[in-house]
């Protein structure tokens, strides 16, 4: 199976459930390369988005320490 830096494995489940999905969302001659396929390259989006998701977080929480900081006196 194909791993990534992210902690996930894609499993021969994931890969059936895929390969069902794609069927049944018009791609009738997929294949289990496609299915593995797709997994991948939102397996890498879905990375990314968790990555911007904590940056905006961070980026979010920066300013209420420098104002608490402030409101403190330190």
Known sequence: ??????????NEKDIEATLKYL?????LEATREDAIQYLEEHQVMAHVA???????????IAPKKEVKKLESGD
């Open 1 to 10: 199976m194909t791993k990534k830096n992210t902690g996930y494995q894609i």
């Open 23 to 27: 069927k049944l969302n018009g791609e």
């Open 50 to 60: 968790a990555h911007k998701i904590v940056e905006d977080e961070q980026l979010a």
